[in-house]
């Protein structure tokens, strides 16, 4: 018999100035102990509104973990690949590697991005970058729910996306008064982003409405769980994250994820030394387009 779940932590993150100037805001969407949080490192929302030609970000360096993006609106990425509003993309930084993010245009973009922790076998693995179209993600609407699926398997689909840490990433959206049960696997750490609307969530009935982070509780079983929902008047637009905790402790400093401080210092050292290479100019195999 499948558990039922319910949210046992909601909050509303503020908005706060983003690092690329006065245009950009972000909210600080997974907040907390990474025990509670495991395999969620952290989620910024960032909400760009670009005013001029002033070129903003740059050439940075990650590892330890995997970086998830869902680009909400507008455009974004390198010379290899550019995402578009609801595309997809997972980079491994694994055993490190250096990206470029500059924007030196007028643009408009909100961009939701993750950082997973790596399994500790598989925290060094080959660097790689996944892209997932909007065109070629899974989608099913029925009895008014509307699901896009990016990684892992809900409700009949399965995404493409290879992954070190069992994850699945939704885009669900609720007509008015439309009712669901989604099914997720019972020891899966689970949270829901609300950006637009609200629904009643769980068998206990909570509310949970736009730009709140509702968390489920979770359990050490094995098995499935349902989570039971019904939109309101407005209907509901979130996004699903539910990962299966690696059971690990992390070191964090900056942009990297490690095991211990020993990790950090080496990586440190190591981007300083010109040991990482560039995302854009790995080979094609560590390239992968869905």
């Not at 499948?2 to 245009?23: C, M, Q, S």
């Not at 769980?202 to 098995?223: A, P, R």
Request: charged residues 25%.
């Amino acid at each position: 018999m499948a558990t039922n779940r319910k949210l046992v932590r909601v909050y509303t993150p503020n908005d706060e100035p983003g690092f690329l100037g006065p245009d950009h805001k972000a909210r600080h969407i997974v907040r907390g102990d990474f025990k509670q949080t495991d395999p969620f490192i952290l989620l910024m929302d960032d909400m760009l509104d670009k005013k001029d030609e002033e070129p903003v970000g740059g050439e940075h360096p990650h590892a330890g973990f995997e970086t998830v993006s869902l680009l909400l609106e507008g455009q974004m990425g390198d010379t290899k690949h550019k995402m578009k509003g609801g595309d997809f993309q997972i980079m491994t930084a694994g055993s490190g590697i250096v990206h470029t993010e500059t924007i030196d245009r007028i643009a408009r973009m909100r961009l939701l991005q993750l950082w997973l922790n790596l399994p500790k076998k598989d925290r060094w693995t080959t660097p790689r970058v996944q892209d997932l179209s909007l065109a070629n993600t899974p989608k099913l609407s029925e009895n008014g729910v509307s699901i896009t699926l990016y990684s892992g398997t809900l409700a009949g689909l399965t995404s493409p996306i290879q992954n070190f840490v069992p994850l699945i990433v939704a885009d669900i959206a609720l007509e008015p008064s439309a009712t669901t049960v989604l099914d997720i696997p019972v020891d899966y750490n689970a949270f829901l982003y609300v950006l637009y609307g609200n629904a009643k969530v769980g068998e206990d009935e909570q509310l949970l409405s736009q730009d709140q982070v509702g968390w489920l509780n979770i359990s050490g079983e094995e098995g499935s769980s349902e989570l039971k929902m019904m939109a309101g008047k407005d209907g509901i637009r979130f996004i699903l994250y539910a990962g299966q905790p690696t059971g690990d402790t992390i070191a964090a400093r900056g942009p990297f994820i490690g095991d211990n401080a020993d990790d950090l210092a080496r990586l440190y050292q190591e981007y300083r030394q010109g040991k990482m290479g560039h995302i854009a100019n790995v080979p094609e195999g560590q390239r992968i387009l869905l």
